[in-house]
């Protein structure tokens, strides 16, 4: 589809006169379609220069279940919500009404979890676009940046694999190029209002052009887990009552054999998913998480 908005035209006839018919059916269709995504987060995928969407829509992911350093994360919720708030604020001082944000850290430690969850927590959607789909052009990508559905959140993941590639200094390889990259996240024509999320695990590899300010407004880190983060995985992981003391013993031993920094949270995750009912029984086994930490 040409503009590539995520719509598609049908034609209805009604045979007699009485255009109501029409007019109840689309009501009908819209409150239905309305209550289907209510409280859900609808994923976008692209596909040409077009928007689909993407399975069904999923459950919001909660804030609370992405254990990241408290700041950082209220951080980067608030800088959204005083965006979201500001569009006057942006347009009487004549400053495109838009805000990116880049993710960087090891692999595993909640980057796409956190979008996620952002998405649901401020009812947003999320339109993903794939940079390693080698028919994509510029025009085809420009079309996608300024077609995004409203309020959705625009997710390039792993931006490393394609910018590394494409650095403004080296030879484009696809029909999509460096310059219309950074044209299109920063054209006049680009959607006002975006909220545009980038993610990497290679924060040395991108091209300093790419991440820029105005291009990328905040970067947040999000490294493995420090033990503080491994206690509290621990604790939401087994729903534990953090009040009782053997509760908060038990996620305090847990935590106290991980070393800050050593492992994701990824890892630690599937570690206790080998004893999901049982978190006296990760504790006991934990020495065969730990040889990975040393590592
Ligand atoms: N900080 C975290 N809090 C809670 N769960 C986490 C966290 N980090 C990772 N996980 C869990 O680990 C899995 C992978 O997380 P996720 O895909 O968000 O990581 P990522 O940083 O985006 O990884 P990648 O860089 O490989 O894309 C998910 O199942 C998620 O629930």
Not at 91 to 99: D, K, L, S, T
Request: charged share 20%; net charge negative; with cysteine.
């Amino acid at each position: 589809m040409a503009s590539g908005a995520p719509f598609e035209s049908i034609v209805l006839t009604v045979f007699g006169n009485d255009g109501n018919v029409i007019q109840q059916l689309v009501t009908d269709a819209m409150e239905l379609s309305l209550r289907r995504d209510e409280g859900k987060t609808v994923i976008y995928i692209s596909s040409g220069g077009s928007w689909e969407r993407f399975g069904t829509p999923r459950t919001a992911r909660s804030l609370d279940s992405v254990i990241l350093p408290q700041q950082g994360k209220d951080g980067l919720v608030s800088d959204i919500r005083d965006f979201l708030s500001s569009e006057e604020w942006f347009r009487n001082r004549g400053i495109p009404y838009r805000r990116g944000y880049l993710l960087h850290g090891p692999p595993g430690n909640g980057k796409s979890s956190l979008v996620n969850a952002i998405a649901g927590e401020l009812k947003l959607d999320i339109c993903i676009v794939s940079l390693s789909n080698s028919e994509m052009d510029d025009h085809q990508f420009n079309s996608l940046l300024n077609n995004a559905p409203p309020k959705s959140i625009l997710l390039i993941e792993d931006v490393d694999a394609a910018f590394s590639r494409r650095s403004a200094s080296s030879e484009v390889s696809s029909k999509l190029s460096f310059s219309g990259i950074l044209n299109a996240l920063d054209g006049v024509a680009s959607q006002e209002g975006r909220i545009l999320f980038m993610t990497t695990n290679h924060l040395e590899v991108l091209d300093s052009a790419l991440i820029r300010e105005g291009r990328v407004d905040l970067k947040i880190q999000i490294s493995n887990a420090t033990k503080q983060q491994a206690q509290q995985l621990f604790t939401y992981f087994y729903s534990l009552d953090n009040q009782n003391p053997s509760n908060l013993e038990m996620a305090t031993q847990f935590a106290s054999k991980i070393t800050d920094y050593s492992l994701s949270m990824s890892q630690i995750q599937g570690f206790l998913l080998q004893y999901k009912s049982s978190p006296q029984k990760a504790l006991k086994h934990i020495n065969k998480l730990i040889p990975v930490s040393l590592v």
